[in-house]
């Protein structure tokens, strides 16, 4: 009796041994810190890029913290996933189940959430040179293209006017200080005056025109807005 105890203790240490301690012992810290610390370095460099491109109304900073916590967790994720295929497969399927309910408004947002998480995942696959080349490249990049001044954007001028004459007087001041406009839409009030919405590309960046619309005789308000709905006058 005490020997089938004495082998069933020792077989189960063989179990323990060969199912956990050697992982552990498979597990390298010094690689980990080198990862998550680059994973880190990175993180802020897509956090910092994110905050130097942002062109939204109301800048979010909990949004640009988890850019750099994202990169960090997929880089650990994705170093516990490459060490054991069994892992893996159950970290698809835990994965699977979990739903995002935050909305995305800009479209930007989404390419700096797949930037962070592509940084994370080439990273954590040890291709280090790969996610600095990277992530600096496309940081240049964006750095460029968005903070480029793009005269072409299309902006949408409103303004109230109280008769036709001082509708002729906003059209002819519309087509002598834009490169071009389009009526896009025209509201007629009995007694209460005209509204009239202009679909307008600027020749620059200049918008004193609108200050001088507004002055006009006969106008009530004007308002010039940006496609992404940020107010310019």
């Not at 998550?36 to 909990?62: E, N, P, Q, R």
Request: hydrophobic share 50%.
């Amino acid at each position: 009796m005490r020997s089938e105890v004495t082998n069933n203790q020792v077989n189960f240490n063989d179990i323990f041994k060969s199912n956990f301690l050697e992982k552990v012992s498979s597990f390298s810290a010094l690689d980990t810190l080198i990862a998550l610390g680059l994973a880190f370095a990175l993180g802020l460099f897509i956090y910092f890029v994110y905050k130097k491109t942002f062109k939204g109304v109301m800048y979010s900073k909990s949004f640009s913290i988890s850019l750099v916590a994202l990169t960090m967790i997929t880089t650990l994720l994705i170093l516990a996933v490459t060490s054991n295929v069994v892992l893996s497969l159950g970290m698809v399927g835990a994965l699977s189940i979990i739903r995002f309910r935050s909305a995305i408004k800009d479209p930007m947002d989404i390419a700096y959430l797949f930037w962070a998480i592509a940084t994370g995942i080439v990273l954590g696959a040890g291709l280090i040179p790969l996610a600095v080349f990277g992530a600096v490249f496309i940081g240049i990049i964006l750095v460029i293209f968005v903070n480029k001044s793009n005269t072409d954007n299309p902006y949408v001028l409103i303004v109230n006017c109280e008769d036709d004459k001082a509708e002729s007087n906003v059209l002819k001041l519309v087509q002598d200080n834009v490169k071009k406009y389009v009526v896009k839409s025209k509201t007629v009030t009995g007694g209460k005056g005209i509204e009239i919405t202009v679909e307008i590309r600027l020749k620059s960046m200049e918008t004193t025109f609108v200050n001088e619309i507004s002055r006009q005789n006969g106008v009530s308000s004007a308002v010039m807005v940006s496609y992404n709905g940020d107010y310019m006058s």
